[in-house]
């Protein structure tokens, strides 16, 4: 039940509202995430070993584990997200004047999905990961939550959870609909009307329902599907940045907007870092098949 009146709410705020509505409902949403924070501080975790593990990270070699990682570099650094922020900066109507704000957005953005990140991970590490319990299904981490860090810390991550789908639900077809229609050169924005932009409408709508279906398919394995799909995003992530990195290099196209050598430093190095965990996963993958 919860599956399409989810779609039906978040095609509504995209097809019905105003660019301004919704940012202003995703920046209110955006203050759900602080409920990561809290279950992770009721879990009560063992911080001194925290602190160590995050200065002296354990790892091993195996294809799992660099399964595991270049997932993690494609749920962080996605490639549809550098899609959705262009053309969200570009549907604002932000001025150069005001690009210096568009860039503190940003930053602030990192870092907070950074924290949130960190409380997730020190969350279930010291409940579900510390007794064994595994699990298949993004709701079982919830209610694996319950016996060991209460009710309450079960709620709110299982709010947390809602929050966190129902973005991605808007947000991912958003892009999309985005990157196809710029690049065919339709109309786009959520502004427009069907009849102002049929077919950035009409494409985000197919994939609302189509990502509907799908999770509602009986048994359907939801979380390797989810975990697979970071991974694709961390092996198309190289392609994305690499034609990043010489767009915003050109100085025909920039002007004085061009990286600077620090820049182009941070971000050359990890896009090479991304190519060489994706290089190491595939051959650990072959090696182990």
Same mark, same amino acid.
């Given at each position: 039940?919860?599956?399409?009146?989810? &779609? !039906? @709410? =978040?095609?509504?705020?995209?097809?019905?509202?105003?660019? /301004?509505?919704?940012?202003? +409902?995703?920046? $209110?949403?955006?203050?759900?995430?602080?409920?990561?924070?809290?279950?992770?501080?009721?879990?009560?975790?063992?911080?001194?070993?925290?602190?160590?593990?995050?200065?002296?990270?354990?790892?091993?070699?195996?294809?799992?584990?660099?399964?595991?990682?270049?997932?993690?570099?494609?749920?962080?650094?996605?490639?549809?997200?550098?899609?959705?922020?262009?053309?969200?900066?570009?549907?604002?109507?932000?001025?150069?004047?005001?690009?210096?704000?568009?860039?503190?957005?940003?930053?602030?953005?990192?870092?907070?999905?950074?924290?949130? &990140? !960190? @409380? =997730?991970?020190?969350?279930?590490?010291?409940?579900?990961? /510390?007794?064994?319990?595994? +699990?298949?299904? $993004?709701?079982?981490?919830?209610?694996?939550?319950?016996?060991?860090?209460?009710?309450?810390?079960?709620?709110?991550?299982?709010?947390?959870?809602?929050?966190?789908?129902?973005?991605?639900?808007?947000?991912?077809?958003?892009?999309?609909?985005?990157?196809?229609?710029?690049?065919?050169?339709?109309?786009?924005?959520?502004?427009?009307?069907?009849?102002?932009?049929?077919?950035?409408?009409?494409?985000?709508?197919?994939?609302?329902?189509?990502?509907?279906?799908?999770?509602?398919?009986?048994?359907?394995?939801?979380?390797?599907?989810?975990?697979?799909?970071?991974?694709?995003?961390?092996?198309?992530?190289?392609?994305?940045?690499?034609?990043?990195?010489?767009?915003?290099?050109?100085?025909?196209?920039?002007?004085?907007?061009?990286?600077?050598?620090?820049?182009?430093?941070?971000?050359?190095?990890?896009?090479?870092?991304?190519?060489?965990?994706?290089?190491?996963?595939?051959?650990?993958?072959?090696?182990?098949?």
């Amino acid at each position: 039940i919860s599956v399409p009146l989810g &779609a !039906f @709410f =978040i095609w509504l705020l995209v097809v019905k509202g105003s660019y /301004k509505s919704i940012e202003r +409902i995703f920046l $209110a949403g955006c203050l759900v995430y602080l409920t990561y924070i809290i279950s992770a501080v009721m879990a009560r975790p063992d911080w001194t070993e925290v602190a160590v593990t995050m200065i002296r990270p354990s790892a091993n070699f195996d294809s799992s584990y660099f399964l595991m990682i270049v997932g993690l570099v494609g749920t962080t650094v996605t490639p549809w997200m550098q899609f959705y922020l262009q053309s969200s900066i570009v549907e604002k109507g932000v001025r150069k004047e005001d690009y210096w704000a568009s860039r503190i957005d940003v930053i602030a953005g990192s870092i907070m999905m950074h924290i949130v &990140a !960190f @409380f =997730i991970v020190v969350a279930c590490g010291a409940t579900l990961f /510390k007794t064994g319990v595994k +699990i298949n299904g $993004a709701e079982e981490a919830a209610l694996a939550l319950k016996p060991f860090a209460g009710d309450y810390a079960s709620i709110l991550f299982a709010i947390g959870l809602a929050n966190a789908s129902l973005f991605a639900a808007s947000i991912l077809p958003l892009a999309t609909a985005y990157y196809i229609c710029q690049a065919m050169g339709w109309e786009t924005g959520v502004d427009k009307t069907f009849k102002e932009a049929p077919q950035f409408i009409g494409i985000y709508s197919a994939l609302i329902l189509m990502g509907s279906l799908i999770i509602l398919i009986p048994g359907a394995p939801l979380m390797p599907i989810m975990w697979m799909s970071q991974v694709l995003n961390g092996v198309m992530l190289p392609f994305v940045l690499i034609f990043i990195l010489r767009l915003v290099n050109d100085a025909e196209l920039m002007g004085s907007y061009t990286n600077t050598k620090s820049l182009n430093w941070i971000a050359w190095s990890t896009t090479v870092i991304i190519i060489g965990l994706n290089a190491v996963m595939v051959i650990t993958v072959f090696l182990r098949l």
